[in-house]
């Protein structure tokens, strides 16, 4: 996975959908199902994130100068970024 998401995402400090919405009960979730879980520190989740209190969606962003790669972030809906899978 790691391999495709460098050849497809190569830029850096890029944010891509990857099929996880803020619900209105304030959770996340997987558009397949599912919830993951925001505490911090999280494994998945930036340091910040999530941080805007609106219903929005998560992302998967690329922040090679950090000490992972990627991290979960959320932004909203309406922005137009790439995707790994999208809501129909």
Same mark, same amino acid.
């Given at each position: &996975?790691?391999?495709?998401?460098?050849?497809?995402?190569?830029?850096?400090?890029?944010?891509?959908?990857?099929?996880?919405? !803020?619900?209105?009960?304030?959770?996340? @979730?997987?558009?397949?199902?599912?919830?993951?879980?925001?505490? !911090?520190? +999280?494994?998945?989740?930036?340091? +910040?994130?999530?941080?805007?209190?609106?219903?929005?969606?998560?992302? &998967?962003?690329?922040?090679?100068?950090?000490?992972?790669?990627? !991290?979960?972030?959320?932004?909203?809906?309406?922005?137009?970024? &790439?995707?790994?899978?999208? @809501?129909?």
């Amino acid at each position: &996975m790691r391999e495709y998401l460098l050849k497809n995402f190569p830029t850096p400090y890029t944010l891509f959908w990857i099929g996880l919405i !803020h619900a209105p009960d304030s959770t996340w @979730q997987w558009l397949g199902g599912g919830t993951i879980a925001t505490t !911090h520190p +999280s494994p998945f989740w930036g340091k +910040s994130d999530p941080n805007d209190p609106e219903p929005n969606c998560g992302g &998967m962003y690329l922040e090679p100068g950090n000490s992972y790669w990627y !991290h979960l972030a959320d932004a909203p809906c309406a922005k137009a970024y &790439m995707f790994l899978c999208k @809501q129909t």
